[in-house]
């Protein structure tokens, strides 16, 4: 969580611009356990949400304005190739 609250800062000073809103960070976790969630995020001041879901149980139109799971897989691979052009 630090790391990520990190990189969160970064960018609201950085790179967001006045009309833009906070920018929220998503940890990405292949399982959640309880226990772990509670450990990480215990302390921390910032508005969290932990959650669980499969993407195929989302709505058509949600699912239409989220990367496939292919696509967030080739992300966090490292594999740019992969990624649908933007």
């Known amino acids: 969580?630090?790391?990520?609250?990190?990189?969160?800062?970064?960018?609201?000073d950085m790179l967001r611009l006045p009309r833009q809103a906070p920018t929220v960070g998503i940890l990405v976790c292949g399982s959640k356990n309880d226990r772990t969630v509670r450990y990480a995020l215990d302390g921390s001041t910032k508005p969290?949400?932990?959650?669980?879901?499969?993407?195929?149980?989302?709505?058509?139109?949600?699912?239409?304005?989220?990367?496939?799971?292919d696509a967030i897989t080739a992300a966090l691979e490292h594999e740019p190739e992969t990624l649908p052009d933007t």
Do not use: I
């Open 48 to 69: 969290l949400a932990v959650s669980s879901y499969t993407y195929e149980a989302l709505p058509v139109d949600v699912k239409a304005t989220l990367p496939s799971p």
């Open 1 to 12: 969580m630090g790391q990520l609250n990190f990189y969160v800062a970064a960018v609201d």
